[in-house]
């Protein structure tokens, strides 16, 4: 461009001074973007001097190429603004002041260029006046761009600063979970050993009297262990999922095991596995059953009729992937967003307390994986789980 200029116009410039200062520039900005994730803690300083010595460069310029009479004097605003949205108010100041004292210098200290001096008459474009518009072309579009950039970065980290405050209620709303689990299972516990005691009694009294006393005793002693289990469960792998050390497992008897918790709907569980080669996989196979457990028993509630229910594994990569299909209606996107919130179901009242999906969630998560759900009104829902594999291949 100097060289354009100096030929073009035939305005005589000294190139080498001038091309000295911008290589400096050049040299500076491309290592503060080489070494920037090494200066975190003292990225402020750092650019605030590259912005101080940007300024310094940009009056050497000037001083060669007209002084305060060089249109292009409007750039020192480029650095003030950026200084202004990326900087501390202190850093914006001075480099304010400093810029305005470098102007200043320039009408003390500056090469004289006689076509900057002048204008033409009325209705002619003297170059002095073409500079000021490509000076003020070149700002706006170095401001424009810059600003842009800094803005969307600061989105991008409002949007992860929101991603970690919805997760930092999850935990809040998983660790009074945990209290509430912990204080049922203790407070509970009690009661419902003096019912299945009860129950045994009765049992024993009734032997030689009326069956049917004893069936009923029988049945009220398994619903009362149906109650243990379900509170061991809440108190226990609610709490800490990962408690279980990884083990060797082979996907196809994964999923056999999933479906056999379910014996009143083994032929609506259809079972589907990758290749052979990919099927066995390191994970914490008690936790992992009952994370899948829950979603295919969400499956099989949402799908009517006695309709299918797609149970899929499969290794890819470093990744194991599940997939939990059903045949529902669908579900709608703001369903979707709170499917995995802990104590949210679309089950009418006393079918589910919406832990189901929570907690797959969470194991998901501790695990370092994710858990999706995919659905169209009318076309099913699609949950997806994708788990870290520790290894795709262990020897039996």
């Keep these: 461009m100097l060289l354009g200029v100096s030929k073009g116009l035939g305005i005589p410039l000294p190139t080498a001074l001038l091309s000295v200062a911008i290589a400096m520039q050049i040299v500076t900005n491309a290592a503060l973007g080489q070494v920037q994730s090494k200066?975190?803690?003292?990225?402020?300083?750092?650019?605030?001097?590259?912005?101080?010595?940007?300024?310094?460069?940009?009056?050497?310029?000037?001083?060669?190429?007209?002084?305060?009479?060089?249109?292009?004097?409007?750039?020192?605003?480029?650095?003030?603004?950026?200084?202004?949205?990326?900087?501390?108010?202190?850093?914006?100041?001075?480099?304010g002041i400093i810029s305005i004292l470098l102007f200043g210098l320039l009408f003390a200290v500056s090469r004289f260029v006689p076509a900057f001096q002048t204008h033409n008459p009325t209705g002619e474009l003297s170059l002095h006046l073409i500079g000021m518009w490509i000076a003020f072309a070149t700002a706006a579009v170095l401001i424009s761009y810059f600003i842009a950039k800094v803005s969307e970065e600061a989105r991008q980290k409002e949007q992860e600063l929101l991603l970690m405050q919805k997760q930092l209620a999850r935990n809040e709303r998983l660790a009074s979970l945990v209290t509430l689990s912990a204080g049922a299972a203790h407070e509970i516990a009690t009661p419902l050993s003096t019912i299945a005691i009860s129950a045994k009694e009765i049992e024993r009294y009734a032997k030689d009297s009326d069956p049917r006393l004893i069936d009923d005793a029988r049945l009220i002693r398994s619903e009362v262990e149906r109650c243990r289990l379900i509170l061991e469960r809440m108190g226990t792998q609610g709490a800490d999922p990962l408690g279980e050390a990884p083990s060797?497992?082979?996907?196809?008897?994964?999923?056999?095991?999933?479906?056999?918790?379910?014996?009143?709907?083994?032929?609506?569980?259809?079972?589907?596995?990758?290749?052979?080669?990919?099927?066995?996989?390191?994970?914490?196979?008690?936790?992992?059953?009952?994370?899948?457990?829950?979603?295919?028993?969400?499956?099989?509630?949402?799908?009517?009729?006695?309709?299918?229910?797609?149970?899929?594994?499969?290794?890819?990569?470093?990744q194991i992937r599940f997939l939990v299909q059903d045949q529902g209606t669908g579900m709608p996107p703001e369903i979707i967003d709170r499917v995995a919130e802990p104590f949210f179901t679309t089950k009418a009242p006393g079918q589910g307390m919406g832990l189901g999906a929570f907690l797959a969630y969470l194991f998901a998560q501790r695990l370092g994986g994710s858990l999706s759900f995919q659905s169209a009104q009318g076309c099913g829902c699609t949950a997806i789980m994708e788990l870290p594999a520790v290894t795709r291949s262990v020897e039996p």
């Design 248 to 318: 060797p497992v082979d996907l196809q008897d994964l999923l056999a095991l999933i479906r056999d918790k379910f014996p009143n709907h083994r032929e609506r569980i259809e079972l589907k596995i990758g290749t052979p080669d990919s099927r066995r996989c390191l994970i914490p196979m008690r936790a992992t059953v009952e994370a899948l457990s829950a979603l295919v028993k969400n499956a099989l509630d949402a799908s009517p009729h006695g309709e299918p229910v797609v149970l899929q594994a499969e290794s890819t990569g470093e």
């Design 39 to 95: 200066l975190r803690n003292n990225a402020e300083h750092v650019v605030g001097c590259l912005f101080l010595l940007d300024a310094l460069c940009l009056t050497l310029i000037l001083a060669a190429t007209g002084g305060p009479t060089n249109p292009f004097s409007l750039l020192y605003l480029v650095q003030i603004t950026f200084s202004a949205v990326m900087l501390h108010r202190a850093w914006t100041w001075a480099l």
